[in-house]
């Protein structure tokens, strides 16, 4: 299943109109929560998303490195409520557009594609193109994938780019 939105606060919508409870599975209101919560930068309810053994992974980064340990990786609710907490100092006005929800068979792992549209909090404009993988497990996210293009996003957020 596939839906498409032209921006965040239509997100699960149809023409702007909220879906009927029935036509939206458990996972997409988590998915949903957490768009929401994120672009407000409401980290109180986001992390009320996620449990104690919950992880964010972010498998491509600056140094072009993909193996496991050479990525950025959050678990549990320390290192993930820590990194959202930075994320949102860093972030100043935040927006998303074309966003695309892709539902799995079965319906517990969803992907978004979406376009990101930022002013940092040092004025400068950051615009990047997103994959999110959500594992959604007893009305929480169990792991978040968040995939983007790492260049763009150490040039906005100050990280070295190129090998380690």
Known sequence: MTRLTDDAATFLSVDGAPLEEADVSPAERVVQRFFLAALAKD???TMALYTADSVIEIPFNESGRTEEGAYRRYAGLAEI???TEQSHAAEGEMGASDIELHRVEGGNTIFV???GHIVMSSGREYRN???FRFDIEGGTIRRLREYYTPVTSG???GRKI???
């Open 129 to 131: 193109r997103y994959v």
């Open 113 to 115: 594609e979406s376009r």
């Open 155 to 157: 040039l906005a957020f």
């Open 43 to 45: 980290a109180l309810a």
């Open 81 to 83: 409520t820590l990194f």
């Open 162 to 164: 190129g090998p380690a």
